[in-house]
């Protein structure tokens, strides 16, 4: 079988949703179940970095608060007003906005507070080897050699 | 003496554009003189990938028609009608659309023909040992150990 050749370009709210909403054990997923992910990137065979649609509904979070130990994100803000919070501030954001997150800098998370739709794109590489850390949840996640994410409890039990 | 704190979130349009327009050789530098490239992600301590905020004056060109040996490149189209120019097609995109470039696929620049600017978001990992190959023009790159772009002839010769 042969790849299927991918598409020149794409209008981007129109890529499919994320098959699987959340990784994140049970506990957690519901936090961001009002959070719907469009992977763009996959799309053109982009490997080395991910770019996803990302809209979140009237009280969605785009994650638990979390830092990579070696990934680095970016998001920029395409509709609405999320709120950023970092270890320490909250800022509110407006269209054409953007942040970037540095391996190992300050947790973060957005949410929308708002009673409008937001809509971000965020991107985010794939270094080898990474680790995440929840400040306020008791939960911790380790990239796996074979690309998926391992969740356990911060004592290392499994969910 | 220490790194200053990076902001938590910016005005995309207003970040600083870079400093040096382009790293073509003279010959071709001409071609991207109406793109305007504003760095977003090493603002904030960004360093896996790049993103920029690019604007294309009618008449603009953003890169001469290229394709990287290990760097995957995607775009996001935020303002006006660029023309995409592929191995195999040209194709007007409009706000909302985007476009990745695999390495080793397809070349790929984006062109200005309309009357009203254009303005992208571009994001390109930054894998070392990357080499570019032009296919329409006699110039080739590579980049080196220290991070910065050499470019000769096809034929090895200096420019």
Redesign the interface.
């Known amino acids: 079988m042969t790849k299927p050749e991918?598409p020149?370009?794409?209008?981007?709210?129109a890529a499919a949703p994320r098959k699987q909403a959340s990784n994140y054990p049970a506990p957690f997923a519901a936090r961001v179940s009002a959070r719907e992910k469009r992977p763009?990137?996959d799309?053109?065979?982009?490997?080395?970095?991910g770019?996803n649609?990302t809209r979140l509904a009237p009280g969605g979070h785009s994650a638990l608060q979390h830092r990579h130990s070696k990934?680095?994100?970016?998001i920029?803000v395409l509709e609405g007003e999320p709120t950023?919070v970092?270890d320490t501030?909250e800022?509110q954001?407006r269209p054409?906005?953007?942040?970037?997150?540095?391996?190992g800098?300050s947790a973060h998370h957005l949410e929308n507070r708002t009673s409008r739709d937001v809509v971000i794109?965020e991107?985010g590489?794939r270094?080898q080897g990474d680790e995440v850390f929840y400040p306020d949840d008791d939960v911790q996640a380790v990239l796996a050699d074979d690309g998926q994410w391992l969740f356990t409890r911060k004592n290392g039990t499994p969910y």
Chains 1, 2 share one sequence.
């Open positions: 991918p020149i370009a794409i209008e981007a709210a763009l990137g799309l053109f065979g982009v490997t080395n970095f770019v649609h990934q680095d994100e970016f920029y950023l970092t501030a800022t954001l054409g906005m953007c942040a970037g997150f540095a391996a800098g794109l991107v590489d270094s």
